[in-house]
Structures are given as structure tokens and as C-alpha cells.
């Protein structure tokens, strides 16, 4: 599994995990400011951005691609950041390899099991066909039906790529995330805690992480904080980007 990336900066390692139908681009403002102070890693996780296709794909996978980009960068330790399904792969991460991980901050998503919200997404991406496109304004136009919100339509449409003939494909594994899907959904699985420092950051708008959630957080993470923004949605680091940098900051 070859896991595409870019790096920023000079310091201490820092490494960043994006959610479903990411990629490393999402964490453009983030890996700019907090290159002042670390080297940054942006990855792609893998069946997304430029990163490896594969059938398979669940958590504890995926924490192993972690462990072996740490292995190819040569990465003795790391900060870890991750959100939404990125920040499920660094808690597993974290519990699986607790001495690869310094500090762990985990955006808007709990280790819980959750219900399959993005189906209808996966629907209407399917549904298109992108032979019969010419333009990324007539895909996103396509779109609007089954998904009104702008914003959202945008962020998937950065997984278009564009062939030589100038025809589009999707850069992300669309039929193998449909697949697994259940696994991503999935609920973390672990008897042990990982007790280093660990930041979880809430969006106050968001439903992603609720009271009945910390007991769990707690258990895996005993050594962890919860901390909200106030005005964020799900996508913190997109909403309120300089608050959600400063306090990354203050906490590493």
C-alpha cells in the first residue's frame, strides 16, 4: 500500500489524517501554519487522493498503513491529527502502536459505531455517469438534486480527475468505499487505553461527539481532554481554521 503525501516545514514530525472523500489538500491552511513550528505529513489514506486502490479496507488496515509510512519516512515518533474517519484511524493507530504516537488529536468524531449517513452520497456519485460529462460544471450541476448543499458538492468534486482525452474518473476508490463502507462505520474494538495527552476537538454544531460518548473516550483515552468550538460543524479545521490551529497549538 503506497500512501501518497506532501510534507511541509522543519521540527518535530507531525502527521495528518483526512476524513472520507478526502485528501491531503484538505488540510491546506493547517499544514501552512502548523509548518511554522513542525514538519508536517499530509496523507492520503488509502482508496483516497493519490494513494493506493485496494478491496480491503477497515481500521485496524489502515493503522498498519500508518505504521508503514512511518517505517518508509523513517519517522521514529510522531504528533498525530486526525478527523472524522482520519481520526478514527489515529485512535486505532494510537492503540495499536502507543509508542509511534507523542500526542493525539482527534477532530470531531468519537470511537463509536455510527449510522451510515453518507449513503445517499455514494448513490448519487454512483448514479453518475461520467462519460456523458464535459465539463465539471454539468457533474456539479448533475449533483444538485440529491445534494443541495454547494459546499459539499465541491468537496466531492475534488475527487474528479481528468484523463488525457479529457474524460473524468474518480481519484478515489468509489466501488471499494461503498463496499467497506460497514467497516468505516464501524465502531473501534480494543481492550487496551493508549494514556498519553489526547485531544479530542468538537464541533458545537456538529452532532459527532455527544456526552454519551465520553465514557468510552475515557476508557480507550484516560488521558484525554474534550474540547468544543463553538461555531463549527463537523469539518472544524474547515470552519473555524485559525481557532482550531491555535488550539492544536496550545495542547502540543
Known amino acids: 500500500m503506497q500512501l501518497h503525501f506532501k510534507q511541509l516545514g522543519r521540527g518535530e514530525p507531525l502527521v495528518l489524517l483526512h476524513g472520507l472523500f478526502g485528501q491531503a489538500d484538505n488540510w491546506h491552511y493547517v499544514t501552512q501554519r502548523l509548518a511554522e513550528r513542525f514538519h508536517v505529513f499530509a496523507v492520503d489514506q488509502r482508496n483516497h487522493g493519490q494513494s493506493s486502490h485496494d478491496d480491503e479496507m477497515n481500521y485496524p488496515l489502515m493503522a498498519v498503513d500508518v505504521e508503514n509510512f512511518f517505517v518508509a519516512q523513517k519517522i521514529e515518533n510522531a504528533f498525530v491529527i486526525g478527523h472524522s474517519m482520519g481520526g478514527k484511524t489515529a485512535m486505532q493507530f494510537a492503540l495499536e502502536f502507543p509508542n509511534r504516537v507523542e500526542r ?149
Open 104 to 252: 493525539l488529536v482527534v477532530s470531531d468524531m468519537a470511537p463509536r459505531a455510527y449510522a451510515p449517513a453518507h449513503e445517499p452520497i455514494f448513490a448519487a456519485l454512483l448514479a453518475l455517469d461520467l462519460r456523458s460529462y464535459k465539463t465539471r460544471q454539468q457533474i456539479e450541476d448533475a449533483l444538485e438534486p440529491k445534494i443541495p448543499e454547494l459546499a459539499l458538492r465541491r468537496f466531492l468534486l475534488k475527487n474528479l480527475g481528468r484523463n488525457d482525452d479529457g474524460s473524468f474518473y474518480w481519484k478515489i476508490n468509489l466501488s471499494g468505499l461503498v463496499k467497506n463502507y460497514p467497516h468505516l462505520c464501524a465502531a473501534l474494538d480494543s481492550k487496551i487505553s493508549f494514556l498519553k495527552p489526547t485531544l479530542f476537538i468538537r464541533g458545537g454544531k456538529s452532532k459527532y461527539i455527544s456526552t454519551a460518548d465520553e465514557p468510552e473516550i475515557f476508557r480507550l483515552f484516560p488521558a484525554a481532554s474534550i474540547q468544543t468550538i463553538a461555531q463549527a460543524n463537523h469539518w472544524v479545521h474547515a470552519d473555524t481554521p485559525e481557532e482550531f490551529v491555535q488550539m492544536i497549538l496550545d495542547f502540543l
